[in-house]
């Protein structure tokens, strides 16, 4: 995909951290809109093409939280591709990536992250996206630690196992 | 009745922040607890001139936090608008040679950022790791009064708050074209705390683990590289 078109919405309520992520994104050629709340997310949304939203999960000042947006832009704009991000410790984080994904975010960044990261991991998602397969052809290995299924196994963080 | 304040200092400046701690005593219609100046060391900056607005703020915050089970405890204020660091927004020629009018606003930005990470305090909670509870008592300040919400959002030990200094510092080290000031920033850069630094996703640093006593100090260190990279990009001629 060539970079120079993507268009990409920052949110989070930290107005000095999506402004950051602008200018990194923007120095990468991708074009950046940023929204510190949820709603306003929602507005922009409805009035622009985004190919990706870079999410956070939590704003302090609204009722609705990143999930909600998530939900949002799969019912309405299902090809939009989402990375959502905390700052949660290791055992929230966790149950945040569980439901970021049953939501159908591409992929789940913890912050504190380095831009560099960031990058890598919005390139991947726009040129590579996962393909998350069909719960029948998905199974867990609690001995060896992995998730089976295509398109191979897939090893169990430490942290995941317990769960 | 009395009430305490929680704030931990370096027993040798007291005197110099004793007025100020007076003025807290008088606010809050209570007394410090001084016995817990005692047994630490750590440094506060706290100038007579903070009766200013932040001054206002800070007192609002602290007021909130004793009417509120006074979980905060303030390791420094922050610097003040007047200190040198801060007031002085003069940014050398050699940073900004040969750069295009967008990236010298870019370097512009990130010299201003740093200077607002200085200014914002440095405090822990007696949450840890109960964010529910931390989550609730955080949207009753936001209700009460934004501007003591947004200063106490300021707290360089929020995750969001230090990330930014190391996505500025990687924006700078790119875009700045004199060798010797590149140089110096990817080895502050280099400096950041591993605590501090953009983890792996699985597993990651894990600084939300730390005790508060090692994030005091990784910030505190992080907020040294941060003076660095201000005093490598100010023009301090005049």
Known sequence: MNSSVVSILVVDDELSFCEVLKIGLQDEGYRCNISDGGAKAIKLLREEKFDLVVLDIRFVSESIDGFDVLKFIKKEYPKTKVIMMTAFSSEEGIWNEINAKKFGAEDFIRKPFALEMLLRDIKQVLENPPTIPKREEVSVSTNSATVVGEPGPIALIDAEHPL | ?238
């Open chain 2, 1 to 238: 009745m009395t009430q305490d304040v929680h704030v931990v200092c370096d027993p040798q400046s007291l005197l110099l922040t004793e007025g100020v701690c007076f003025l807290y005593m008088i606010y809050h219609n209570g007394c410090m607890n001084f016995d817990e100046l005692g047994n630490s060391h750590r440094e506060i900056e706290i100038s007579e001139n903070r009766v200013d607005e932040k001054g206002k703020i800070i007192e609002d915050l602290t007021s909130f936090s004793v009417q509120n089970d006074n979980p905060l405890y303030f390791e420094d204020f922050g610097l003040d608008d007047d200190s040198v660091l801060i007031k002085n927004t003069k940014i050398k020629k050699e940073v900004l040679e040969g750069l295009e009018k967008k990236v010298c606003l870019d370097v512009e930005n990130a010299f201003l950022h740093f200077k607002s990470f200085l200014r914002g305090p440095i405090f822990t909670d007696s949450f840890h790791q109960n964010h529910v509870l931390r989550r609730e008592w955080e949207k009753k300040i936001h209700e009460i009064d934004p501007k003591v919400y947004e200063y106490y959002q300021s707290n360089r030990l929020n995750t969001n708050r230090y990330c930014v200094v190391e996505s500025w510092l990687s924006i700078l080290e790119k875009d700045i074209i004199n060798p010797d000031i590149k140089n110096k920033l990817s080895e502050l850069k280099r400096n950041i705390p591993i605590e501090l630094k953009g983890g792996n996703k699985n597993g990651g640093p894990k600084y939300s683990e730390l005790k508060d006593s090692k994030k005091v100090k990784a910030i505190k260190e992080i907020s040294e590289i941060v003076k660095q990279a201000i005093l490598l990009l100010e023009d301090n001629s005049d």
